[in-house]
């Protein structure tokens, strides 16, 4: 009897006079989203099995009308981490994977240049962030969607050198997880986005959430937002790299089926309340394996499996953020208060010393929930380090207004101009793209931020003996300084339906339902949606009817080349015939159940001159808005 009543007491504490009151948690979120510059937010809040608050805020993207609610997918970035932990720790409790074995076990030919060493990694270091894996990231941001392309870098791991001997230390790497959910997939049986998708998300009944970039077209998935100098820039297309989705390049998911997840961490039992994951599991997972180095604003914390751990506010918490270039998010539980929340938010970090960060808005919101003070954890300790009191004459600042490129690459370009009162503001474009936007506030003579609404960034220059402007630098790419043109000055993009692209002022240009044609003396481009697959050959008949007619056609090899935002299938093919010789090229790409394609026919040996120097701009500039 006395047992009884304790456990009842004990469940009065954590459901009765603790429970969370979601309407000053609601008033939180609403004065917080009122005083930042993030588009849109969505969070839920969970205790134990049930979710108790699921709410978005603000649009889904900048211009548009569609809301951000708490069913928008979105990209969660490294909290995926945790889903690759949870999918290995689901077959360490089915008996089929030993989380201490090494990784050759089930990978015989992982290895890196020193196999010694890679030989005695296992499966718990990859999960720990203790490998000694380097971390590289190398075509992170590419959007390669190839089928080998995971296989691909994990092989590459072959030529690369361990920091540090396995299990002695804590390096975030990516490459670890990867390694990890090949792991999984291959003792499933299937690619990992199936596996992850058996495992965690068809179970927990996470049906707005993938790992499978036409599934995220299909569910109508962000693309998020850079950071301008007032206001989001929406970005044409989001992280898509199937080789590290394992690590977080992919996953979306919305708010409300984060909520069945964290729901089934705290039970472990998914939403029929069918036994998920045994509670051994989630304490490993939720202990700390090894140290972390202690962060400024976060304090003291460990790592344990895809999950960190450290103490709040006096609170023991798990916890992990993710950051996927355009979208950031960051999810907290309480694993005594069976209580967990989650904040995701279509935008890339904001400026910390500006806007509340999605750790304080997290934090606060529990704080909120409890009747608790709110709390400065995951503000900045110290004032922005990239302030003093450096002044430019307006004649000083004049001499940076100009075009910065990347020569010989034409995929980066800074414009800097000046505004009525002398300001100067930078507006970064790459592959068509502008990524960062804001005033220019110099350090010194030759260095300065570009402060907007995002984290500040760097850029420095290069001045002669006399004080003439040379170069600049930015994200470790050399600007050279090509002219004055402003921003204001770049071709409009030409719109059809979901359709949008940019083309040089002298090709003449027709457009139809989700279809432009262009044309520029012996050059012409089609490019638009259709349904189905078609092939090659039926793709440039739309452009060239004689790709159809009884010619004499050579196909070459496809191949798949990642150009602006997209991933393609690419495909060249010449035409002989009465009328001359003809080049064309295809490129091509699965978007559900139709096929979007760009197509360029030009006279027989000017294909590639024509790509190179129009056809990959153009490339950079395509759109295709989701339906």
């Known amino acids: 009897m006395l047992n009884i009543v304790c456990n009842w007491l004990m469940l009065m504490s954590v459901f009765g006079a603790s429970r969370p009151d979601t309407a000053a948690l609601d008033a939180y979120l609403e004065r917080t989203f009122a005083q930042a510059a993030y588009p849109g937010l969505s969070v839920v809040m969970v205790q134990r099995d049930h979710i108790l608050y699921a709410r978005g805020f603000g649009v889904a993207t900048v211009g548009k009308t569609r809301p951000m609610t708490a069913d928008t997918p979105t990209a969660i970035g490294s909290i995926t981490k945790s889903m690759t932990a949870l999918a290995v720790m689901r077959l360490v409790d089915q008996g089929r994977l030993d989380l201490d074995a090494p990784v050759t076990t089930y990978l015989p030919d992982f290895r890196t240049a020193d196999k010694q060493g890679s030989d005695r990694i296992t ?35 072959a030529g690369q050198v361990l920091h540090r001997d396995p299990g002695s230390g804590f390096e ?80 979306q998911c919305s708010a409300r089926d984060f909520g069945r997840y964290l729901c089934a961490l705290l ?24 140290g972390m180095p202690e962060n400024e604003r976060l304090g003291a914390m460990a790592y344990g499996l895809g999950w960190m751990i450290g103490e709040v506010d006096g609170r023991r918490v798990v916890s992990h953020g993710g950051h996927a270039m355009t979208m950031t998010s960051f999810a907290m539980l309480v694993p005594e208060q069976e209580i967990a929340i989650a904040v995701f938010a279509n935008i890339e970090t904001l400026n910390l010393q500006r806007f509340a960060d999605l750790t304080t808005i997290a934090n606060n919101g529990l704080h909120a929930a409890m009747g608790e003070p709110l709390s400065d954890w995951g503000k900045p300790k ?129 457009t139809d339902e989700n279809a432009i ?54 495909t060249t093919l010449h035409l002989a015939g009465d009328a001359g010789a003809t080049q064309i090229m295809v490129l091509q790409r699965a978007v559900g159940e139709e096929t979007l394609a760009w197509v360029l026919a030009t006279e027989a040996g000017t294909l590639t001159h024509c790509y190179q120097a129009e056809g990959r701009a153009m490339l950079t500039s395509l759109v295709l808005a989701a339906r």
Not at 267 to 285: C, K, L, N, R, Y
Request: charge should be neutral.
């Open 382 to 510: 110290r004032p922005d380090p990239t302030r003093n009191d450096f002044e430019f004459d307006e004649a000083q600042r004049r001499r940076f207004v100009g075009r910065y490129a990347a020569r010989g690459l034409g995929t980066m370009q800074v414009d800097v101009t000046a505004d009525e009162q002398g300001v100067l503001h930078a507006e970064v474009v790459a592959d068509g793209q502008t990524v960062k936007a804001g005033r220019l506030d110099f350090m010194n003579s030759a260095r300065c931020v570009i402060r907007g609404i995002g984290s500040p960034t760097t850029m420095f220059w290069a001045l002669s003996r006399s004080g003439e402007v040379l170069s600049a630098r930015y994200n470790g790419t050399r600007l050279r300084r090509v002219g004055e043109s402003a921003p204001e000055n770049r071709p409009e993009p030409t719109h059809a339906g979901r359709l949008s692209l940019t083309l040089a002022a002298n090709w003449s240009v027709t």
């Open 267 to 290: 039970t472990g039992h998914d939403g029929a309340g069918q036994p998920f994951i045994s509670a051994s599991a989630v304490a490993e997972m939720w202990r700390g394996q090894i």
């Open 517 to 570: 044609t262009a044309q520029r003396e012996t050059n012409k481009l089609w490019t638009g949606v259709v349904d189905g697959a078609p092939g090659p050959r039926e793709l440039a008949a739309l452009l060239e009817p004689r790709a159809a007619a009884d010619v004499t056609l050579t196909q070459g090899v496809t191949s798949g080349v990642t150009v602006g935002p997209y991933y393609w299938r690419k």
């Open 123 to 157: 499966v718990r270091m990859l999960l720990a962030n203790s490998s000694g894996l380097p971390s590289m990231d190398r075509g992170i941001t590419d959007r390669n969607q190839a089928d080998d392309a995971e296989g691909a870098l994990i092989a590459a791991l």
């Open 172 to 251: 975030y790497t990516n490459e670890g997880f990867v390694v990890a959910g090949a792991v999984a997939a291959r003792i499933h049986g299937k690619p990992f986005a199936q596996t992850l998708a058996d495992l965690v998300l068809k179970p927990l009944a996470m049906k707005h959430s993938s790992t499978i970039p036409a599934e995220v077209t299909a569910m109508g998935g962000l693309t998020g937002h850079y950071a301008g100098a007032e206001a989001g820039l929406p970005a044409m297309q989001g992280l898509a790299s199937v080789q590290f989705a394992a690590a977080g390049s992919i996953q």
